[in-house]
């Protein structure tokens, strides 16, 4: 009984690594209604600046901030400058951007930093801890928590989040009644890299930073995001910890490491077969 | 009448010798002027971090290069991605052969690529020369005359972890991580062997991972509560950092035997936090680039010198970077052997005859020795533990040679 | 079909079959690969070009179809010709399967379904499960097939480069043929019209169900076969060959050779081939980054792919008289 604890427990600190990209992901898709593949790198990209920040000898929470301001700087950058360009482009070709763009960072992390890995620094005082949960990975789940409360508000209460939200559903009655679509979407890249550069600078410490730290995690973060529902970044949260639990207790108890994934993978598409809007997504319903 | 004879035998045997000497001998690939060498790496793709070996022997052909040669001859390294396919390998390779018209193929990299390609390199009778992988079906003279390894294998290295624990603690009950690909098999597999056939008894748990896998922090869980006071850990340096610091932070203290493939001090011993590796057994047959122990070796002193002066991107804490320079001595030796007669024949013969063939960035008192039925140059490699500041080597130099 | 593209298209068959006389045998083997990717591309595009159904997962089905040329050679002493056959079944067979379910899942949820596929694949592969069959994680080696005797006999003299690269020619032209008979008739409309708009085309009589899920296994069908033809020309099957990068790099394939577009799958199976490598050529530090810019450059000039930008390229000069069905998806 007490292994099977102790792997929940395990499991819930791996589930909160997914959660933590699952939100960025829940993120740029209420911007945009677009899943970005690329957002892994651009959180990973983010964490090597805070790394040299820190190397720089930037105490931690000052290079913290001013990472998520370049990231937020940075997504705009890159909605401005690569997206735009495709907007009016067919969804596939976007999705082939988002690979491009993926390439590119993974590649330019690679050549600048190198391959080798490095070690990132928590923040948390070992205070934190608790048995079988470092107090490195206790912060990073309270971290993720703060951010997905933070995001529930912005969304629901303040202007300029329900701004965004009506511009990525409907565009065209968002442009009438005086909402900046363009904008909107810039604004929700830059948001989406902020929340990932968070990400990446909680998961780092865990996982390593390395270039291809986030292309393993980004099939379990989809795999979050939709369980939870694509649209509700509390279910993203959820889903990361179900999805991380899940793999766990099959890895340990039930079928063995080397296929765990892939029973995870079948049950949580069975899943979305019966529920497609997930946990606490919205049901979509289309006109005909 | 012997007086007489002798300097008429030595001119004869001289004048049979000479043109033997001095007649040059070329296959496609070689020159007067050049040699050209060819390699696969995966500069592109998740496994790029082996990158690094293909741009070290890049900058150590540049090195000779600008030294004059080998032999008066400049050395042509031609290296192209392969991102780790082995479809991509294939391709590539018989670019290499067919189209550059390469004189031997060197360090091209990964178990599946290799395997990909040895049939052909067999066929078309070109070296495919000091492999980058530690697979043991590299070292099969019989089978595969033109494909030789170069690093211990994997089998090998795992067979002396075996010995020593039957050794230091015939009851233990052993816990053992691996990747779940060939190389993380061929590590199990010679365990398994070296335990003999009760391994079954001694081995309680075995866990496997992904390298797409985050963490491999279930894993431990799982191995630590199999009640293991022996692990081997069989995993790439990232993953291996995650197993020393999720071992100690659960209080697993087992006896920790660690593949020589992650033993670096800086690239995973720190990233784990030294003082959660202390009494760490593994074993050694190049010098790490960030062990203390070496900081004012005149061998690692040059090497530093290598790297600032023609790899300067590359990462001083990157012991592949030591490795790639050692190996591409090694085929620099060979070529130097071959004089004049640089023909894929006459390569694989020298590299079938190093003698005790030393390279000081290898540990003291490993060499390279092959023969024509020892198509494995590096067989020896040292037990040494971690202090929590620098590996302590022990015991003797283990060998395989024959 | 006008007359001008019934030339072309002669000219361009003419052209492939003196191909290989004229370049070495290393381009032969390329070009052999470029018609293994069109086919793969072909099938790719049934699905997701003509039906608008997305799949990030194609690799899978080309591991299977490379597999099981692979395991029957192998095991069961099959000569390779024979397995090109069974292997187009065996995906045709597991693409209807996967794609029944596929049925309820559209979009993102289709897109997670078949990323999952793909990844699954190699652990698949290299269980312990398949391991006397599959060669676990080493693979399986398999034997270079040697031209036919008959046509020495006859007098047409062979190396095995060229063998394969005609065996494949001819595999991909019967299989343009079907494909162009199947998007151009009935079966092409309906699946279009499920794309255009899902419930007009149920409430016209279209059984969706149907259509969606033979889609999902012509598709699968098409790809199998290519990834056995792969798997002979490379002469070699591993899980590390079937990685999710090729189910990625497939669709990067159709999207810039151009979505629900016969030509499409031949200009993709261009770029996939060669501009890695050129990317390689240009730079050794970071050659995917070059790679990316390529990627990103070619939906900038040519967003509905090459074979869109020669659709416009040629209706400009005034000769549209191509008129394949129109580019929209989902």
């Given at each position: 009984m007490e292994a099977v604890l102790f792997q929940v427990l395990a499991g819930l600190a791996t589930g909160g690594i997914y959660a933590s990209l699952a939100l960025a992901l829940v993120m740029i898709y209420q911007a945009t209604h677009l899943v970005n593949f690329a957002q892994g790198e651009m959180a990973m990209f983010a964490t090597y600046i805070a790394w040299s920040l820190l190397n720089a000898g930037v105490p931690y929470w000052a290079a913290f901030l001013l990472t998520v301001a370049f990231a937020f700087v940075f997504g705009v950058l890159i909605e401005r400058i690569v997206i735009r360009p495709v907007e009016n482009a067919p969804v596939l070709a976007v999705v082939v951007v988002f690979i491009g763009l993926l390439v590119i960072l993974n590649s330019v992390a690679g050549w600048i930093f190198s391959y080798t890995i490095k070690s990132f620094p928590s923040?948390?005082?070992?205070?934190?801890?608790i048995r079988y949960m470092s107090p490195h990975q206790v912060g990073a789940l309270a971290v993720t928590l703060v951010v997905l409360a933070l995001l529930y508000v912005f969304f629901r209460f303040t202007p300029l989040g329900l701004a965004m939200r009506a511009a990525a559903q409907n565009p065209v009655s968002s442009r009438l009644v005086g909402i900046r679509v363009g904008w909107m979407l810039a604004l929700g890249w830059g948001l989406a890299a902020a929340v990932g550069a968070v990400a990446g600078m909680m998961v780092a410490p865990i996982v390593y930073l390395d270039p291809n730290m986030m292309s393993g995690i980004l099939l379990y973060a989809f795999a979050a995001a939709l369980l939870g529902g694509i649209d509700s970044p509390g279910g993203a949260v959820l889903g990361g910890l179900v999805v991380g639990v899940l793999e766990n207790l099959l890895g340990a108890f039930v079928i063995g490491n080397e296929l765990k994934l892939v029973v995870a993978l079948v049950l949580i598409t069975g899943v979305l077969l019966v529920r497609?809007?997930?946990?606490?997504g919205s049901v979509q319903v289309s006109r005909v | 009448m012997k007086r007489k004879l002798l300097p008429v035998a030595a001119v004869l045997a001289a004048a049979l010798a000479f043109p033997a000497l001095a007649q040059k001998k070329y296959d496609p690939g070689a020159s007067d002027t050049e040699i050209k060498i060819g390699n696969t790496n995966p500069y592109s793709g998740p496994a790029s971090a082996y990158g690094a070996i293909g741009k070290a022997i890049n900058a150590y052909f540049r090195m000779v290069n600008e030294r004059g040669g080998i032999n008066g001859r400049k050395v042509n390294f031609i290296s192209y991605d392969d991102g780790y396919s082995p479809p991509k390998t294939v391709e590539m390779v018989r670019k290499l052969v067919?189209?550059?018209?390469?004189?031997l193929l060197f360090q091209s990299l990964g178990t599946p690529s290799n395997t990909a390609i040895q049939k052909y390199m067999n066929a078309k009778k070109v070296p495919q020369l000091f492999v980058a992988t530690g697979a043991t079906k590299w070292n099969d003279a019989k089978s595969f005359p033109w494909t030789m390894g170069w690093q211990p294998n994997y089998q090998t290295e795992a067979r002396i972890y075996a010995r020593h624990i039957l050794q230091t603690k015939p009851n233990a009950k052993i816990a053992v991580l691996y990747q779940n690909d060939d190389y993380g098999k061929d590590y199990l597999k010679g365990f398994k062997d070296g335990l003999g056939p009760q391994h079954q008894k001694m081995i309680v748990a075995e866990a496997s991972y992904e390298v797409s896998e985050p963490t491999v922090d279930s894993q431990i869980l799982q191995l630590k509560s199999s009640g293991a006071d022996v692990f081997f850990n069989i995993t790439t340096p990232k993953f291996a950092a995650q197993a020393i610091r999720a071992a100690y932070d659960t209080g697993w203290k087992p006896t920790h035997y660690l593949n020589n493939v992650s033993n670096s001090v800086g690239s995973v011993l720190k990233p784990a936090g030294l003082e959660k590796a202390v009494g760490i057994i593994t074993s050694a047959y190049v010098k790490d680039p960030t062990d203390k122990r070496w900081a004012n070796d005149p061998a690692m002193k040059t090497w530093r010198e290598f790297m600032a002066k023609y790899n300067p991107d590359g990462d001083l804490s990157d012991p592949f970077n030591v490795y790639g320079y050692s190996v591409a001595a090694t085929l620099e030796q060979v070529l130097k052997q071959c004089g004049d007669t640089l023909t894929r024949d006459n390569v694989m013969k020298q590299a079938a005859s190093l003698k005790r063939f030393r390279i000081d960035t290898l540990l003291p008192g490993i060499a390279i020795s092959t023969g024509p039925n020892d198509y494995a140059p590096i067989e020896a490699m040292q037990l040494e533990r971690f202090n929590g500041h620098e590996f302590e080597l022990f015991g003797e130099v283990i060998s395989n040679e024959q | 079909m006008s007359k001008k593209v019934v030339t072309v298209t002669i000219l361009l068959i003419a052209a492939a079959c003196v191909l290989p006389f004229v370049v070495s045998n290393y381009r032969t083997f390329q070009l052999t690969l470029v018609l293994v990717y069109a086919i793969a591309l072909l099938g790719l595009n049934i699905l997701t070009g003509y039906n608008g159904q997305i799949s990030l997962g194609h690799g899978a089905f080309y591991a299977i179809g490379a597999y099981t040329a692979a395991m029957l050679m192998d095991q069961a002493g099959m000569p390779y010709w024979a397995t090109i056959p069974i292997a187009g079944a065996v995906c045709l067979l597991a693409g209807f399967l996967f794609g029944l379910p596929a049925l309820r899942l559209e979009g993102l949820y289709l897109a997670l379904a078949t990323f999952a596929l793909a990844v699954s694949m190699p652990p698949i592969l290299k269980s312990h499960l398949l391991e006397r069959w599959?060669?676990?994680?080493q693979g399986i080696v398999i034997v270079k097939p040697d031209p036919p005797a008959f046509l020495a006999d006859v007098g047409i003299k062979l190396n095995p480069d060229q063998w394969l690269y005609y065996f494949a020619l001819a595999i991909a032209l019967v299989l343009f043929v079907i494909g162009w008979n199947l998007i151009y008739g009935r079966i092409g409309r309906a699946l279009i019209a499920i794309r255009d708009h899902h419930t007009a085309a149920e409430a016209m009589g279209i059984n969706t169900a149907l259509y969606k899920s033979l889609a999902f296994g012509v598709s699968a069908m098409y790809t199998g076969i290519a990834g056995a033809l792969g798997a002979i020309a490379v002469q070699f099957v591993a899980p590390?060959?079937?990685?999710v990068f090729l189910s990625i790099t497939l669709l990067v394939g159709i999207v810039v050779g151009g979505l629900a577009s016969l030509s499409g799958a031949i200009y993709g199976a261009l770029f996939i081939q060669f501009v890695p490598n050129i990317a390689d050529e240009l730079s050794k530090a970071a050659p995917w980054a070059v790679f990316g810019i390529f990627l990103i450059g070619f939906v900038y000039l040519m967003p509905t792919g090459v074979a869109g930008a020669m659709r416009a390229l040629l209706g400009r000069l005034g000769r549209g008289k191509l008129s394949p069905p129109k580019e929209a998806l989902p």
């Open positions: 923040p948390f005082p070992a205070a934190l801890g497609p809007s997930g946990f606490f | 067919e189209q550059d018209e390469v004189l | 599959s060669g676990g994680v590390d060959s079937f990685t």
